[in-house]
């Protein structure tokens, strides 16, 4: 019973009070660490993929590349040691590359009995699933081509044009035997003038 006189205190409104503070619960630090091993991961695929992020540039190494011979053998770099390598990519349809064709066959009629090579990798398109093979011998009939013609498939997965991470069609790269890129070259040009004779002379003696 309410003693005359006075009244009950209402009752507080809001949440019960704790009455061991100490004692609350703390926020779960599990998210966090989630995110933190996500983080972390992602900077781990970045370093150990951050080659295929590293430009293709005068002095660096030349990437490992495979292209295919128009017999279909695979060969790569590797497959010309010891060489001083221009490494051309090109293709039929393009009028810039059959402008330069001419310039590179005479230069490599005349270096290349002393280890310099040419490796000119088309990239038309497949024909009929497969390498354009008469496409490609009717042009080196038609300039009369010696030096290798290769093929890489536009667009495929691991393409010259994706390792070298071409803009178009010519580029060139003038490769050393060491395998570093001495030369970039976006466009036509006259590959047995002075100055681009003399750097491959150079690189073959050293």
């Known amino acids: 019973m309410n003693q005359p006189g006075k009244t009950d205190a209402p009752a507080p409104s809001g949440p019960p009070q704790d009455a061991h503070p100490a ?96 490796l000119a990798v088309s990239v038309d398109a497949p024909e009929d699933g497969k390498p354009p093979v008469k496409t490609l011998d009717a042009f080196v009939r038609k300039h009369s081509l010696t030096f290798p013609i290769l093929y890489s498939e536009p667009g495929s997965a691991g393409s010259i044009q994706q390792i070298f991470q071409t803009a178009g069609v010519p580029e060139s790269f003038l490769i050393g035997k060491d395998g570093v890129i001495y030369r970039r070259i976006a466009g036509p040009t006259e590959w047995d003038s002075p100055q681009y004779r003399e750097q491959i002379l150079r690189l073959l003696g050293e």
């Open 23 to 118: 004692r609350r619960r703390r926020p779960s630090r599990w998210p966090y660490a989630v995110a933190l091993v996500a983080a972390l991961g992602v900077v781990g695929t970045a370093w150990l993929s951050r080659k295929h992020f590293e430009p293709i540039i005068a002095g660096v190494a030349a990437p490992s590349f495979t292209v295919s011979t128009m017999e279909g053998q695979p060969v790569g770099l590797d497959s010309y040691p010891g060489k001083v390598v221009l490494l051309n990519v090109w293709a039929t349809w393009c009028v810039p590359c059959e402008t330069e064709m001419p310039s590179m066959q005479r230069l490599y009629a005349d270096l290349s009995d002393e280890g310099f090579e040419i």
